[in-house]
C-alpha cells in the first residue's frame, strides 16, 4: 500500500491501481511509457521508468505501507496528469470515463472515504448547506482527476529539481535552504551526466556531512566499533577525537572526495569543522560530547542553536559509553529535541544524534 499525505491511502490505492492496469500493465506498456513520461528521463532511463511503473502497480496492491521516493513520486505525477488531459473535458469527467475506471468496489470505496471524511468536518466547516450536498462534494474530488495531485503529494519539488539545481550550481543556495528543499532526495531525477559528477549520489556537503553521521551511528549499533571506546576504563577527549578522525579520514579517502576538516577540543567537546575545497567559508559543523561531561539542559539547546546559525549546517552526536551518558542523552531528547503538540510529536530543526558506544554482551558460543 503507497502511502499518501491525506490518509485515504485504500481507497486511492485500489483506485490507482485499476487505473494502472487498465492503461499502462498490458501489450502496450513501452509505447505508454513514451508518450507519458518526459522525454529526458525516457531516453536516459526507460527501463527504470518500466520498473517504477512496475512498482506503483505492485505496492498499491500489497498491505505492506510503502513511502515514495522522488523518482516514484514524478512517474505516478506524470501518470495522473496524462489521465486528466486525455479523460477530462473543461474539468469535467465524462461518463463513459467514470464507468470505464471506477467499477463497483471502487464507489463503494469512495462512498465510505467521503462519509468518514464527513464525521470529521464541523458544521460551521461545510461549504454547503446540507449534510447531503457535502457528501456529493467529497465524492467527488475522487473522480476527478484534476485534483489527484492536489490530495495525494506532500508538495511538488520534484516538478522544479532543474531550476533547483541550477540555483545551488551557480552559487544561490539561500533559496534552497530556505524552502528546506534536499537536492539528494531528487538526485534520481537529474540528468546522468550531472548524477555521475558525484560519486557517492550526495549533490550537497550536508548530505555527505549527514551520511558520515549516519554511518558511525550504523557502525556503533551494527558493527564493533563501540569496542574502540572501550580499550581503557577513562577514554579521553583526545582519544575520541583520534578515533572519529581516523574514521572519518578512512570514510572520505574511500570516495576521493575533495572534504577537508580541521579539528579541535574545546573543553568537553570535540568540534570538527568540513569544508569542500575552494569553499572553506561555507563549512558544516560537527561536534561530538560526552552527555556525562557537559550540563544538558536548556542553556545547552540554546548554545546549539547559536552554533548552527554560523554554520552552513551543524550535527552535534552525543557519545554514550556507559549507562550514566545514555540514560542523560535520552533525557535531553525527551526534554528538548522533541517537541510536543496537542496531538503530535515532532522533531526541532537541531541535528542531535545520539552514538550508543555502551559494552555489549557477546553472544555466548554454543557447546
Known amino acids: 500500500m503507497i502511502i499518501f499525505q491525506n490518509g485515504c491511502d485504500k481507497t486511492y490505492n485500489y483506485i490507482i491501481n485499476r487505473m494502472l492496469k487498465l492503461e499502462i500493465m498490458n501489450e502496450y506498456m513501452e509505447e ?5 513520461v518526459p522525454k529526458f528521463l525516457v531516453r536516459e532511463q526507460f527501463q527504470k521508468c518500466k520498473q517504477t511503473f512496475e512498482d506503483l502497480f505492485n505496492w498499491s496492491k500489497d498491505n505492506v505501507p510503502h513511502y515514495l521516493d522522488a523518482f516514484h ?4 505525477y506524470y501518470f495522473l496528469e496524462y489521465l486528466d488531459f486525455i479523460k477530462t473535458e473543461d474539468d469535467i469527467i465524462e461518463e463513459d470515463t467514470i464507468n470505464y475506471f471506477f467499477d463497483k468496489k471502487s464507489h463503494e470505496l469512495i ?9 470529521e468536518i464541523d458544521s460551521a466547516e461545510m461549504l454547503f448547506s446540507t449534510k447531503k450536498e457535502e457528501l456529493e462534494f467529497l465524492k467527488s474530488k475522487y473522480y476527478n482527476f484534476h485534483e489527484y495531485s492536489d490530495n495525494l503529494f ?3 519539488d520534484f516538478l522544479t529539481i532543474d531550476k533547483i539545481y541550477n540555483l545551488y550550481y551557480e552559487g544561490n543556495s539561500r533559496l534552497i535552504n530556505q524552502l528546506r528543499i534536499n537536492l539528494d532526495h531528487h538526485f534520481e531525477l537529474l540528468p546522468l551526466d550531472i548524477q555521475a559528477k558525484y ?5 550537497t556537503l550536508s548530505n555527505e556531512v549527514f551520511a558520515l553521521v549516519c554511518y558511525i551511528s550504523d557502525k556503533l549499533k551494527n ?9 581503557n576504563e577513562n577514554m579521553s577527549q583526545q582519544q575520541i577525537q583520534i578515533i572519529i578522525d581516523n574514521l572519518m579520514t578512512a570514510y572520505y579517502s574511500g570516495w576521493e572526495l575533495e572534504i577537508f576538516w580541521k579539528s579541535k577540543i574545546i ?3 570535540i568540534r570538527f569543522e568540513i569544508w569542500k575545497r575552494f569553499h572553506e567559508n561555507k563549512k558544516i559543523l560537527f561536534e561530538i560530547v560526552r552527555p556525562s561531561e557537559i550540563k544538558l539542559d536548556k542553556e545547552f539547546e540554546k548554545t546549539l542553536n547559536d552554533k548552527a546559525i554560523k554554520y ?3 550535527f552535534f552526536a552525543l557519545l554514550c559509553i556507559n549507562e550514566e551518558d545514555y540514560n542523560l542523552a535520552q533525557k535531553f531528547i525527551d526534554d528538548f529535541i522533541w517537541v510536543r503538540h496537542e496531538n503530535y510529536v515532532m522533531q526541532s530543526y537541531l541535528n542531535v544524534e545520539v552514538y550508543d558506544a555502551r559494552k555489549r554482551e557477546t553472544a555466548s558460543k554454543l557447546d
Open 199 to 203: 560519486k557517492t549520489a550526495h549533490i
Open 111 to 119: 462512498d465510505h472515504a467521503a462519509k468518514e471524511e464527513l464525521k
Open 73 to 76: 513520486e514524478y512517474i505516478l
Open 154 to 156: 506532500r508538495d511538488l
Open 223 to 231: 558493527g564493533s566499533l563501540n569496542k574502540l571506546f572501550h580499550t
Open 32 to 36: 505508454q511509457i513514451e508518450e507519458i
Open 312 to 314: 552552513q549546517n551543524a
Open 267 to 269: 573543553g568537553p567537546i
